[in-house]
């Protein structure tokens, strides 16, 4: 079993589209184990996109992602990473396939929906940004027996 955060990002929740993104996760199979609504400080934006500091686009994306409230939420099940990160599509929207969450939503690499952890260890660092412990709910879904 796999656990891997999956964030709505400022744009996605502006267009009404966060029951529908949620809805993706749960129709796949996947059980949302943690999930909170909030503005992201520009310090724990900067902890969250620490590997891109530097980068030409990190004020835009920094400034992107504390634009507005965002949706988090820790999303689990066997290859959840994996298949979390195959459901968002490519970063760049222009080169996602429709069916992809990117390729059905988004036209802008900066604003490009959602993000996905990218490995275990992304995974295990980001989940602890933003939830304790004991914001992960266990509980069994139906479809997995
Ligand atoms: N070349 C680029 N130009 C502009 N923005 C970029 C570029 N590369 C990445 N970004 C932005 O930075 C974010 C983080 O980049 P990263 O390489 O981690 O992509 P990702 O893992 O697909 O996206 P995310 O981490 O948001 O799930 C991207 O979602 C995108 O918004
Ligand atoms: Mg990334």
């Known amino acids: 079993m796999e656990r891997t955060l999956v964030i709505i990002k400022p744009n996605g929740v502006r267009r009404g589209l966060v029951g529908d993104l949620l ?3 749960e129709r796949r199979g996947l059980k949302i184990a943690g999930l909170k609504m909030a503005t992201m400080s520009r310090s724990k934006a900067a902890e969250h996109y620490a590997e891109h500091e530097g980068k030409s686009f990190y004020e835009e ?3 992107f992602i504390t634009s507005g409230p965002v949706v988090l939420t820790v999303i689990e099940g066997p290859k959840a990473i994996s298949i979390a990160r ?20 988004a036209i802008s690499i900066t ?21 304790q412990q004991e ?10 027996s």
Do not use: W
């Not at 396939?97 to 939503?105: F, N, V």
């Not at 604003?111 to 939830?131: P, Q, T, Y």
């Open 23 to 25: 809805s993706r996760f």
């Open 61 to 63: 994306l920094v400034g």
């Open 86 to 105: 195959s459901m968002a599509g490519p970063t760049d929207p222009s080169k996602a396939s429709p069916g992809t969450i990117r390729g059905d939503y």
């Open 111 to 131: 604003c490009n929906i959602v993000h996905a952890s990218d490995s275990s260890k992304s995974a295990e660092r980001e989940i602890g940004l933003f939830f």
């Open 135 to 144: 914001e992960i709910q266990r509980y069994d879904l139906r479809n997995e």
